[in-house]
């Protein structure tokens, strides 16, 4: 029989949150809980024994954070990882068409909600001896595209958090890594970017796959790391990034 694996899927409302609370739950030995800001009924996957869901936590606020951190702490007694799938990108717009409000909603849902599940589950999974603990970011964190500078800038700092973590924790047995994912292939995708390559893009089973098999073989020497994932695209390295947006 496998290891059972615990899994923590914050954001678990997201497209690829929604992919990883599919594939998770159909292994039996695995428990998994999931965590989201709105509330959605997961297509019958809420029945399952091995699945609980906590809805309506906003990872921004330290109360909904502690309600949260219970709650895992009563369904997960052992170890657990955790996949944190969640974001906010909102769209193409130079920094001045960037209002300060939309540029600290970014922050918030990208980084400040990533630092405050850390600051609360961190402790638990040492108590538990370890665990994995994965984040997601993006390749305009190395390119730096104009038209997306708070999400780069805020993917930026998700990267040197999740290697902060890498650091202070290696040694209670806690890995931590960046997963920079290239476009994924989601309605909302193919809604902001229609000329985009699609065929190309990253199918959201395909990232779940990938990194359950960096959960379930951990390596000590990669914890810290950005791994990027990605497909050729012959638009991707042959035109130009202007044209790839313009939504003509
Ligand atoms: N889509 C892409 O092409 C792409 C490319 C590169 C990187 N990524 C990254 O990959 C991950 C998954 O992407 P996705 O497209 O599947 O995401 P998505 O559909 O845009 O969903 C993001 C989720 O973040 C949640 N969220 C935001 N702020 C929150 C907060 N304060 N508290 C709790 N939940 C909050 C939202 O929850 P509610 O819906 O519950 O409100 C939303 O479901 C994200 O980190 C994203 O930045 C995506």
Not at 26 to 31: A, L, M, R, S, T
Not at 154 to 172: F, M, P, Q, R, T
């Amino acid at each position: 029989m496998a290891e059972e694996q615990s899994f923590v899927v914050t954001g678990a409302n997201s497209f690829l949150g929604r992919a990883f609370a599919k594939m998770l739950s159909k292994n039996e030995d695995y428990k998994v809980f999931l965590t989201s800001r709105s509330k959605f009924n997961f297509n019958g996957l809420l029945k399952k024994k091995n699945v609980s869901y906590l809805p309506e936590i906003d990872l921004t606020v330290e109360s909904d954070i502690e309600k949260l951190t219970a709650a895992i702490n009563d369904f997960l007694p052992g170890k657990f990882h955790v996949i944190n799938c969640l974001g906010y990108f909102p769209g193409y717009e130079t920094i001045e068409e960037t209002s300060i409000a939309t540029a600290k909603n970014v922050f918030d849902s990208n980084v400040l909600a990533l630092y405050s599940v850390a600051n609360k589950l961190l402790p638990l999974m040492c108590k538990r001896k370890g665990g994995h603990f994965i984040g997601f970011s993006t390749h305009t964190s190395y390119q730096h595209y104009p038209r997306m500078v708070a999400f780069t800038a805020a993917k930026a700092a998700v990267e040197s958090l999740i290697k902060g973590i890498a650091n202070e924790y290696l040694d209670k047995g806690i890995n931590a890594n960046t997963i920079a994912l290239a476009t994924l292939l989601t309605e909302a995708e193919l809604k902001i970017k229609p000329k985009g390559d699609s065929k190309n893009w990253l199918n959201t089973d395909e990232v779940c796959e990938f990194v359950e098999n960096i959960i379930l073989q951990p390596n000590k020497l990669i914890s810290g790391n950005v791994i990027h994932i990605y497909k050729y695209s012959d638009s991707f390295f042959h035109q130009s990034y202007y044209d790839r947006i313009e939504n003509k």
